[in-house]
């Protein structure tokens, strides 16, 4: 017989965590010149409002008990806001717009999910969505820090890779009544290779990285077909080859691993600064604020978990990574019981997919693996990474049968 | 001042470790409650199989939630599934179909509290609720039937009573054919588990149920009608 554990305290926890984001909120305060100290309480007080909006309404609309998951990424949203507040306070505003975006589109794709039969439909719409998105910005995109992904409207840029990934996972597990009987993966490996090609053109390796792991994943859940990911993998593994032998610029963009130590001042340079104000923030950080790291380039995107490593110490750092293997296991346990296997496959495709991007992020600043320029879930700055982060927590969400307790599921 | 920031490094340090190791070992050791929503109960070894999840899978695959070692299972044959408004059994494009009461389903078909549904010749009996709600050991003593076999040519009746009885153009058959295109020994109606079925042995001639030829041992239900060349017997529950 399984055993029950209890849910946690939801009213303890969300004390505390406010509690951390006023004592953030007063370090930040304490520290900014008076023209940012308004948007920096502004920023924290409507997340602060907005958090426990969302903590009551469910708790009590929904009669939810389970709040785990969404403690974790209000508290991870918060550690990323509190260093885009402090190293960029102009920016804290729009960043907190992107949050408020995020959780709406966790709310929405939650509502969205529980219609299968809505699900099924939206399948072949969203990936040709996704995949008509990436043709626009491999067309239309500007070259951005050596990839071409972004798209600029007026004064907003959007990364759409970044929004693909939600799709991607939607379009990959939507097979539904069909999952059983219909195990081919012919249009599935059209629409991951149509995905990860784009990607490839757009220069955005980390990325395609990252598409190419869930593509696997949700691969597996769905056919358990070995032979067939071997075949896919070792397609893959030929052509990343001939691409590295036929376009030698693509290998140079990864010179410097391995031995960014040679590279200190040129190529190597962000690793390098990574590595040692990491180690010099100990166990305990040096404080929010008073780090070194937030100087370099790209410090609340790339570098976020060196930031994280010296201003919060290695401690938080080391909780932080566990979070990412919590969600993962989470996922796995509530599969099986799982009100579809499309829940299932979504919640282990979503969850793989955050460990797997914190662990390029966490490995590539300290050259392990290469550097891809992948942001680390739910703290690094970004617009987009932060909505697709907090939609994909609504995957997560949905494997737990009792999120649809309340109405129930359509099937 | 300083020493007031140098306190909040530890203080953030320790909330955040306390609300993420809460949550972690929360989401880590927190499972969905085990309940049983049906059972299905091997009608071959009584053999009961409790069905925990929406969707339980039955085939011959390592991967199933319920394994059959017959051959005449395919390796993913099929799968139960819990709707919002019952179960369900779904053909997942097995080789020898799933057959609910005897009658084959097409693509999907709903199930009530006491079918009997055949994954190839594993035959089960469907409950609904766990064992404490069903007393599966009263209900399975219903299942002890006279059965009987209908010549539709002549409605001579033939009790099946016994372990078998034999079909074919040897004297001595319990059902005596006399044509050429009959075999000797063409086909033999037996029990097992309280349950009969029918085994082909003719070789020119196929035995057919339902119009579909025979190649292994299949379950009867009431209503079937065995076909021998031009002669025809209906199967008759008591």
């Avoid at chain 1, 809505?118 to 399948?123: D, G, I, M, N, P």
């Avoid at chain 1, 043709?135 to 693909?164: C, D, H, M, R």
């Avoid at chain 1, 992020?361 to 550097?371: A, C, E, Q, R, S």
Wanted: with cysteine; charged share 20%; hydrophobic share 50%.
């Amino acid at each position: 017989m399984l055993k029950k554990t209890k849910n946690v305290n939801l009213i303890l926890m969300l004390f505390v965590i406010t509690i951390f984001q006023l004592t953030c909120l007063f370090t930040l305060v304490s520290k900014a010149v008076d023209e940012h100290k308004t948007g920096i309480i502004l920023t924290f007080g409507i997340y602060i409002l907005v958090e426990y909006i969302y903590f009551i309404g469910t708790r009590l609309v929904l009669k939810r008990k389970g709040f785990e998951v969404e403690l974790i990424a209000f508290l991870l949203t918060s550690i990323g806001l509190s260093i885009t507040a402090s190293v960029y306070p102009d920016k804290a505003l729009k960043q907190l717009v992107a949050v408020l975006i995020g959780i709406f589109g966790f709310v929405f794709l939650q509502w969205l999910l529980r219609d299968l039969k809505r699900v099924s439909f939206l399948r072949v719409p969203a990936a040709i969505g996704a995949v008509g998105l990436l043709a626009f910005t491999l067309v239309f995109a500007s070259f951005t820090n050596g990839a071409k992904n972004w798209l600029y409207f007026g004064g907003i840029s959007i990364q759409p890779s970044e929004l693909v990934k939600v799709v991607f996972i939607f379009v990959g597990a939507a097979s539904l009544e069909k999952l059983q009987s219909n195990k081919s993966l012919t249009k599935f490996i059209i629409f991951a290779f149509a995905c990860v090609g784009a990607l490839f053109l757009m220069y955005d390796f980390g990325t395609a990285l990252i598409f190419f792991f869930t593509f696997i994943v949700i691969s597996f859940m769905r056919s358990g077909d070995i032979r067939t990911l071997v075949l896919v993998c070792t397609v893959a593994l030929m052509g990343g080859l001939i691409v590295l032998m036929f376009r030698p610029y693509v290998a140079n963009r990864f010179a410097a691993y391995g031995h960014v130590w040679e590279y200190f001042d040129t190529s190597g340079y962000q690793q390098t600064r990574t590595m040692i104000y990491s180690a010099s923030g100990g166990l305990f950080g040096v404080g929010l604020g008073n780090g070194e790291l937030r100087d370099i380039f790209a410090a609340t995107e790339d570098l976020v978990f060196g930031v994280v490593c010296e201003e919060f110490g290695m401690i938080m750092a080391g909780a932080i990574l566990l979070s990412y293997v919590a969600l993962l296991v989470y996922s796995i346990r509530h599969s099986k019981y799982a009100r579809s296997s499309f829940y299932a496959i979504c919640a282990c495709a979503a969850s793989s997919l955050m460990l797997f991007q914190a662990s390029l992020n966490v490995f590539g600043v300290n050259d392990i693996l290469p550097l891809t320029g992948v942001t680390l879930p739910f703290i690094s700055r970004g617009g987009s990474s932060v909505i697709c982060c907090w939609m994909l927590l609504a995957f997560i969400k949905a494997v737990d049968r009792s999120t649809y307790r309340y109405g129930g599921v359509r099937q | 001042m300083l020493e007031l920031e140098y306190l909040m490094r530890y203080v953030l340090c320790i909330l955040a470790i306390a609300v993420i190791i809460n949550c972690v070992w929360s989401l880590i050791r927190l499972r969905p409650d085990k309940k049983v929503y049906a059972i299905l109960l091997n009608m071959a070894n009584d053999e009961q199989h409790p069905i925990t999840c929406y969707e339980t899978s039955v085939g011959r695959s390592k991967s199933c939630d319920i394994i059959f070692t017959n051959s005449t299972v395919s390796r993913s044959h099929a799968v139960v599934a819990l709707r919002k408004d019952g179960f369900y059994v779904f053909d997942t494009e097995s080789k020898t179909g799933v057959y609910v009461n005897g009658e084959k389903i097409q693509k999907s078909e709903k199930l009530s509290d006491g079918d009997v549904i055949a994954f190839g010749t594993a035959i089960m009996k469907f409950y609904i609720g766990s064992e404490a709600d069903n007393d599966i050991s009263h209900k399975k003593d219903e299942n002890i039937k006279l059965s009987r076999l209908v010549n539709l040519a002549d409605n001579t009746e033939f009790t099946l009573d016994g372990d078998f009885i034999t079909i074919g153009r040897e004297k001595g058959s319990n059902i005596e054919i006399s044509a050429p295109y009959v075999s000797r020994r063409q086909a033999e109606v037996f029990k097992y588990n309280n349950h009969w079925y029918i085994k082909n042995f003719g070789k020119i001639t196929k035995t057919a149920l339902n119009g579909d030829a025979i190649f292994s041992d299949t379950p009867l239900y009431d209503g079937d009608v065995i076909r021998i060349g031009d002669f025809e017997f209906l199967y008759e529950e008591i």
